[in-house]
């Protein structure tokens, strides 16, 4: 095993690993009916707070065996972790070019996906206009890839590059799963 698929494997164990605690409580000796001063806002209240996210709501008044995971929260969570998923798969690859492409056409099917979730369960007219203008712009970016991709197969063996692509794509996966 090379040492950038340990380096992948870990990075996925990790990414997993964080999901997994992202829908634990705070801590076990936290009462849930407590109402504090400093307690965070409510599931009711979200609406009003435009930068409370998921994490947040998750650790309101409640525990995550108290809230059901509705339909689009499995559809969201789905579709990024199997655009994370392709994502990571090429980085496995030699070619920095063909890595990029690889890991781009994971991305924009990500994209795709949650777009049609927006349609699926979105009202407001120019939020569903721009999630079908993000699957009409993002299908012709990936078959351009695709046609790419069907002309440059991967390097049988890795460049003099290939290593600092792959840290550096580590390093950005990173910070933009920290924000």
């Known amino acids: 095993m090379t040492a950038f698929h340990r380096l992948?494997?870990?990075?996925?164990?990790?990414?997993?690993?964080?999901l997994i605690s992202a829908c634990q409580p705070a801590s076990d000796d936290v009462e849930v009916?407590?109402?504090q001063?400093?307690?965070p806002v409510v599931a009711e209240q979200v609406?009003?707070?435009e930068d409370m996210d998921a994490h947040d709501m998750m650790t309101a008044d409640t525990t995550p065996d108290e809230m059901p995971m509705t339909d689009i929260f499995k559809d969201y969570t789905k579709s990024m972790t199997d655009m994370h998923n392709e994502m990571m798969v090429g980085m496995a690859y030699n070619d920095p070019d063909t890595a990029f492409a690889?890991?781009?056409l994971g991305h924009h099917h990500g994209a795709v996906d949650m777009a049609k979730i927006e349609l699926k369960y979105g009202?407001?007219?120019t939020m569903r206009q721009l999630a079908q203008d993000i699957i009409d712009s993002q299908q012709l970016e990936i078959d351009i890839i695709n046609k790419w991709l069907a002309s440059h197969p991967d390097?049988?063996?890795p460049k003099p590059n290939t290593q600092a692509m792959q840290q550096a794509y580590t390093a950005g996966m990173q910070a933009m799963h920290d924000d």
Not at 8 to 18: H, I, K
């Open 123 to 125: 009202n407001d007219e």
């Open 8 to 18: 992948a494997l870990f990075a996925t164990g990790v990414s997993a690993a964080l």
């Open 155 to 157: 390097a049988p063996k």
């Open 102 to 104: 690889k890991s781009m």
């Open 33 to 35: 009916n407590a109402v």
């Open 47 to 49: 609406d009003s707070h």
């Open 37 to 39: 001063d400093d307690a």
